[in-house]
């Protein structure tokens, strides 16, 4: 996965090993499925939610990383 900034925009690349649109599709049907879960097991067993949290830089890296 990458993520590319530019002035006005940014993109998010990822490499799916199969078909781009059916990978899609599916990773946002996944996360819609377990932000809408009641079921807390579920949604520690996904870590999907710390997984992104995790991958968030803070304010001062996110402004270089557009440099």
Known sequence: M???FHPEKYII???TGSSPVEN???TQNEIIDLLQS???QQINKGCCLELLRNM???LE???????
């Open 2 to 4: 990458s993520v590319i």
């Open 56 to 58: 968030l830089p803070d």
């Open 38 to 40: 009641e079921d807390a």
């Open 61 to 67: 890296t996110a402004k270089k990383m557009v440099k």
């Open 24 to 26: 899609w599709l599916e």
């Open 13 to 15: 690349e990822v490499r």
